[in-house]
């Protein structure tokens, strides 16, 4: 599919799983849908992950929460205004951004920016599909291990963790090291207050180390 003269291909939601040792990140793993040992994992919260797999397998709250409040508003009350599908777009300093794309009644499109936990949230919800910019994919992809059945579980803990160079991630590592706990815990803090949960997760991990 192209947008915009840009290609795009379709993708799936595997699972969520929780993403190496930081408590409150969790790995969001999107496959190919057509070549599904391709895959891309993309931190996000807590909150986000548990309105993902509650509409992964059929476990809606009492009361809806935003992504379901969004959803229907479209589908159920302003039907003139289509919700036509999601798109992951970019990646930039650790972050992906995302769009959700609307048909309006004069038949233009719009897009509505939205992070990918909340577009792909939506998505699952309104039953509509979820496309991936292909170049980034290709960039970002991990292949799965030799096993083909996603029920044996292919994706090993290394897997789930967000790739990196290796020189950055050493020269990050180093930084850190020479920081106090209290200094890092504040530098986790505000990873988290900007949303982002792969620079997060990484610092956590060094926080444990710690004990």
Do not use: C
Request: no cysteine; glycine share 4%; aromatic share 10%.
């Amino acid at each position: 599919m192209r947008i915009n003269d840009i290609e795009y291909i379709e993708v799936e939601v595997l699972d969520v799983r929780a993403a190496s040792h930081a408590s409150e990140a969790f790995s969001m793993i999107l496959v190919n849908k057509f070549q599904k040992a391709q895959y891309v994992p993309i931190i996000i919260g807590l909150n986000e992950a548990r309105a993902i797999l509650g509409e992964r397998h059929g476990r809606l709250p009492q009361r809806p929460l935003t992504h379901i409040l969004f959803a229907e508003l479209l589908t159920e009350h302003i039907p003139e205004y289509n919700l036509e599908f999601v798109s992951i777009d970019e990646f930039n300093q650790g972050i992906y951004y995302a769009s959700i794309v609307i048909q309006s009644p004069k038949g233009d499109y719009f897009n509505v920016d939205a992070r990918p936990s909340d577009a792909v949230a939506i998505a699952l919800h309104a039953h509509i599909p979820i496309f991936f910019q292909k170049e980034l994919f290709d960039n970002q992809m991990q292949i799965a291990g030799k096993k083909s059945n996603y029920e044996s579980d292919p994706f090993s803990n290394e897997d789930l963790a967000i790739s990196k160079s290796a020189a950055s991630k050493s020269a990050a590592t180093n930084e850190w090291e020479t920081m106090s706990l209290s200094e890092l815990k504040d530098l986790l803090q505000d990873a988290i207050d900007e949303e982002n949960y792969e620079l997060a997760a990484k610092i956590q991990e060094e926080i444990d180390k710690r004990g």
